[in-house]
């Protein structure tokens, strides 16, 4: 109970804040996370319209790939139906974004180098599983909930179409953290 406490204090300060820190802890898997720790990745600072879309693509990239690694191998229908609701709106979005980087900014190139935030599910199956992606998919969901605060509280959207978009990742993403920390409760 206290833990929860924590973790939904720690989700609410990040949403609140929109803090533009970068903190990085090496080392750490599935479950490995105690509270008040940072996963890699997990406090992406943005400071501009174009740098949210280079960031965010991959963020999206990785939870759909481990999305569809849960969709495959979990038992329950709660988290089939929750997989493809990630992967069929994460898709969406990607495709949206690239589309707006091949529009507003086609002759830029990045050297970004995305830091994976979730752990290897390989033997993984069931309860298992579902632990450790709940686990990973809250802190993976507060990096982008923070990004798109930080594009939204700085101001820095250039576009109406990415502020709406920042504004719809945080939004929904905030609600699912609150749904997910209440099946962890529930289920274990």
């Known amino acids: 109970?206290?833990?929860?406490?924590?973790?939904?204090?720690i989700i609410l300060a990040a949403v609140g804040i929109g803090a533009n820190l970068v903190f990085a802890q090496p080392g750490f898997g599935?479950?490995?996370?105690?509270?008040?720790?940072m996963r890699p990745g997990m406090m992406e600072s943005v400071n501009s319209e174009?740098?949210?879309?280079?960031?965010?693509?991959?963020?999206?990239?990785?939870?759909?790939?481990k999305t569809k690694i849960l969709r495959d191998n979990t038992n329950r229908e709660e988290m089939r139906e929750f997989a493809k609701d990630i992967i069929e709106v994460q898709t969406q979005e990607i495709e949206e974004m690239e589309k707006y980087l091949a529009e507003w900014y086609p002759n830029r190139s990045n050297n970004y180098q995305y830091q994976p935030m979730m752990g290897n599910y390989e033997g993984l199956a069931g309860e298992e599983l579902d632990y450790a992606f709940l686990e990973d998919m809250i802190f993976h969901h507060m990096g982008a909930v923070m990004m798109s605060q930080q594009l939204i509280v700085q101001d820095l959207a250039e576009h109406r179409s990415v502020y709406l978009l920042a504004e719809s990742i945080r939004d929904s993403q905030r609600q699912e953290i609150f749904m997910m920390r209440d099946w962890l409760d529930r289920w274990y």
């Open 30 to 37: 599935p479950g490995m996370m105690g509270p008040g720790m």
């Open 1 to 9: 109970m206290k833990r929860n406490l924590i973790i939904t204090l």
């Open 50 to 65: 174009y740098e949210f879309l280079v960031k965010m693509i991959p963020h999206h990239e990785e939870a759909v790939t």
